[in-house]
Each structure stands twice: as C-alpha cells, then as structure tokens.
C-alpha cells in the first residue's frame, strides 16, 4: 500500500504516482568528482531505520520510483532514491540510451558509494544497516555499488551480472535477483553462470526467474506483468526483511 491505494494501482496510474512521487525530501551531496548530485529521501515513522538505496533505470529518477521509494518507507526503511542523471529523465527510449550512455563508469561508483556512505553517516536516520535496489541499468549498478563497499543485502532487477567470482568474494550480504524467462539482455546463461560464480565464491545469491522479458516490473513498460511484479515484489521486502531488519543483527 502507498498512502492507502495498493502499490500498483499507484504505479500504474501517472496522476496517482505523480502525487506519491512528491513527498520525498530533496537531498543534495558534493563529491570530488562527481560535483553535485541529487536524490530524494523518504522517511519511515520510526528512526533510525535501516536504509535502502534505490537506483533507477535507464530513463532516470522518474515519479514510479520515487513512488517506490515512499512505498519502503511506509514498510519501515528509509529509503533514498539516487539520481545518476543529474536531473534529466528521458521520454523515449532513444533518449534514454543516450542518457545512459553518458553515465561514466568511474562517476556512478563514486554517487553511489557517497551515497552509501552518507546514509550512515546520517546516525538520527540509519541505524547502520544499509541495501541497495535496482532496476536493469540500476540492477547492475546495484551490483557495482554493493562489490564496491560493505552492504547488507542487495537486490537486483534484471541488471546484467558483469563480475567474477575473485571481486565477488568482496561482497558482504546476500544477493537477491528477479529475471524474466524471455529476457534476451539478461538471458538465462548469464544468470546461471553468474549462480555458478557465486557459489565458487562461497556467496549467498538467491534467484528467480518469472513469466516475462525484460523489463517485467516496469509498469510503465510494454512488457510490464502484475502478477509477476507483485510476486517479485513480495519476495524482495521478505528478503529486505530478513536481511535489515534482523534485531539481533542491528547494532
């Protein structure tokens, strides 16, 4: 539920997200490199509270987003949804390969990694405990930021799976991954060798394939599937749950 109306209701209607997508705080942070960056903050009733990172996907921070961010805070989490496109949210699918396209390797690692560290730096906010979600071009940066620096749980929509197994022993939590049985960008043999990579690294990721292509969970997308989304869903805030909200794992 976000402020009452089931979650996809909110996302799959422009007015109703638009609305949601409006009451997270700004946030602003300046890097070295980076300059300036922006995300968006939303507050759980109770804090501190574990922290959650959402990244976006190719077309930028965009009002579903924003609205997901306010969705996990409602379930408890503070929730902080990074921009890595300084503002810009693209409309068409050829604007957003350029928007990505754009987005430099060395920079994204240095937002989000800033990010992960301002979160728990922010001791009246998090209670030390962070995780970092995202959605295809997020899902891998997703991947990059928890390979990057310690997290406790990491979460990964249909992101590509570019690692092996030497740097994924640097990972810290288990990983979680949602795929989509027709993907023909993250097909099923990169995900099963990804599997393999893990297990020789002795590292916890747990993975689901679902009846859809890329994209399943997008409800703004032409492959967007609700029943699946909500499975995926429900799946990710029991894996959230069991990762961040452990009380005998909180500091």
């Known amino acids: 539920m976000v402020g009452g109306l089931p979650l996809a209701t909110v996302l ?14 700004s946030v602003t942070l300046s890097l070295p490199g980076a300059g ?5 903050l939303a507050l759980p009733e109770r804090r501190p509270a574990p922290l959650v990172m959402l990244i976006h996907e190719w077309w930028g921070l965009t009002d579903p987003i924003k609205a997901m961010a ?6 408890g989490y503070a929730t902080l949804a990074v921009d890595l496109m300084y503002g810009r949210v693209a409309a068409t699918t050829d604007e957003a390969v350029a928007l ?33 979600l995202g959605w295809c071009f997020g899902g891998g940066l997703a991947l990059m930021t928890s390979l990057a620096t310690p997290v406790e749980a990491t979460v990964i929509y249909y992101g590509l799976l570019m690692a092996s197994g030497v740097r994924l022993s640097a990972l810290k939590g288990p990983v979680l991954g949602h795929f989509g049985e027709r993907d023909t960008f993250v097909p099923a043999s990169m995900v099963a060798r990804f599997t393999a990579e893990m297990t020789a690294a002795g590292r916890d990721f747990r993975s ?11 409800p703004t997308g032409n492959h967007y599937h609700r029943e699946e989304t909500k499975l995926a869903w429900g799946r990710t805030l029991g894996f959230l749950g069991e990762t961040l909200k452990d009380t005998n794992n909180l500091r």
Not at 70 to 75: C, F, I, P, S
Not at 208 to 218: E, K, L
């Open 12 to 25: 799959a209607d422009v007015e109703s997200c638009r609305a949601v997508a409006a009451g997270p705080i």
């Open 36 to 40: 300036q960056v922006a995300a968006v």
């Open 70 to 75: 306010v969705h996990l805070a409602e379930a």
């Open 100 to 132: 990505s396209a754009k987005v430099n390797g060395a920079t994204a690692r240095e937002i989000l990694v800033g990010w992960v560290d301002w979160g728990r730096g922010q001791e009246q906010l998090c209670d030390g405990r962070v995780g970092v």
């Open 208 to 218: 689901h394939v679902y009846n859809g292509g890329h994209g399943f969970a997008n």
